[in-house]
């Protein structure tokens, strides 16, 4: 339903398929039906309806009754009907007929007719609420559909999924804020209670919120898809279309790129060349020998590649020797007057796997101060989760502002689904 990788999520923020493909998904697949009943008793009915009434039924229940005829009699029964029980049997007949004729319209008019008697069975009225709700969709009529869906929803109709579709509706009529306030609501009800949220809503959420160019809800629903998902792609669909989000700052998207290894959401050579060529075999090789690994094992490198080769060359000419500076920058650090030392040679520890030594020279940073707070917050917290702190990493993430929030957040999600 959703672009599972991040090339296709930036290529278009274009749909997916038709509206009514996306809300048969979000609705589980449900169709428009009902069993053809035969016509009823009219004891309870006006003499004057029935004598109207009884020869357009016995066409419509006839094997081979002419159907057009019976048609076009119908809006002649709809008008007899002047009691409850005259506009329930009009409407029952109108949904048979419409059912036999493959009519949509004559079978929402059947099912809209008997519920506005006041005659449905109550157990019953969630079920035909839903199928005009369903009906109306098809035919676009958004508003129409949002009122019955949501009568049904009220009824108890809870089978499908019918939140799903009035959220569709919203969608429908591009009132695309709208219907992600109402999904989010749906999803909040559901955790409150302890239920399971469909991956469809969650994915289908962060869709609309992308290709609406709705940032800020893009990210919202990223971390609503990794906090509620239960598909084993979920970081990956999520951490790829936040990615995209994050090109202009390289630091940031370094630090996103990070969590994306980490969580298995890398899938395309070019995330895997751009972690590299951020980080800088130069400055980061041991950082960036583990990525070259890493796209070795995804299978978008080989080490015969040229790429591989001239990077590894660097790596391996300056893997060691960062290793064994490392310490010196520590110790440097600490007698620094400038907060700056310490965040170099964190950000060296933290390439290099020394995490406790990497948050050290962070908080030591931000005491001293003189540096992008943001930074050195968002790469403490990370130093913090490699070392299994995930409480502490949480509220360190909590408190970077600014450009770097998406980043950050994503990081707090992912600490918290570890808690």
């Not at 306030?181 to 399971?196: S, Y």
């Not at 290709?211 to 669909?237: C, F, I, M, P, R």
């Not at 800088?280 to 041991?286: A, E, G, T, V, Y």
């Not at 540096?371 to 913090?384: E, H, K, M, P, S």
């Amino acid at each position: 339903m959703f672009p599972k990788t991040g090339n296709a999520c930036r290529k278009s923020r274009g749909g997916l398929g038709s509206a009514l493909a996306l809300a048969l998904a979000l609705t589980g697949g449900a169709v428009v039906g009902t069993a053809v009943t035969a016509s009823p008793a009219l004891a309870q009915n006006s003499k004057g309806f029935a004598a109207v009434y009884k020869p357009v039924a016995d066409i419509t229940n006839a094997p081979d009754g002419d159907l057009a005829a019976a048609k076009a009699q119908l809006p002649g029964v709809i008008a007899a009907a002047q009691t409850p029980d005259d506009k329930h049997v009009a409407g029952n007949l109108a949904l048979i007929l419409g059912n036999k004729l493959k009519d949509p319209v004559l079978q929402r008019q059947g099912l809209e007719l008997m519920l506005a008697s006041g005659k449905v069975d109550p157990a019953q009225v969630g079920e035909l609420q839903f199928l005009v709700g369903n009906l109306a969709y098809n035919a676009k009529d958004f508003p129409a559909a949002r009122t019955a869906l949501q009568a049904a929803i009220a009824a108890g109709r809870t089978a499908d999924n019918p939140e799903g579709l009035v959220a569709e509706s919203y969608f429908g009529e591009g009132q695309n804020a709208q219907g992600l306030d109402f999904l989010k609501a749906q999803i909040e009800k559901r955790v409150a209670a302890g239920q399971p949220v469909p991956d469809q809503w969650l994915l289908r959420g962060l869709q609309v919120a992308y290709n609406a160019k709705l940032d800020d809800q893009t990210l919202e629903w990223s971390t609503l898809l990794v906090t509620h998902g239960t598909s084993d792609k979920k970081w990956l669909q999520a951490l790829q279309v936040v990615n995209s989000l994050t090109t202009a700052d390289k630091q940031a998207q370094l630090d996103l790129l990070r969590l994306m290894v980490l969580t298995n959401a890398m899938s395309d050579r070019r995330e895997y060349v751009t972690y590299i060529e951020t980080a800088d075999p130069r400055i980061m090789s041991n950082e960036v020998a583990q990525v070259l690994d890493a796209a070795v094992q995804a299978g978008v490198m080989t080490t015969g590649d040229a790429y591989y080769s001239d990077v590894k060359r660097v790596v391996d000419e300056r893997a060691a020797a960062d290793r064994k500076d490392a310490p010196q920058l520590a110790a440097d650090a600490r007698k620094s007057g400038s907060g700056r030392d310490a965040q170099v040679a964190g950000d060296v520890l933290l390439s290099i796997g020394s995490y406790a030594e990497a948050e050290e020279m962070f908080k030591l940073a931000l005491d001293k101060g003189g540096v992008d707070r943001d930074l050195t917050l968002t790469r403490l917290g990370i130093a913090q989760v490699h070392q299994n702190k995930y409480a502490e990493a949480k509220a360190t993430f909590g408190q970077v502002s600014g450009t770097r929030t998406t980043v950050a957040r994503m990081w707090g999600a992912y600490a918290n689904s570890r808690a």
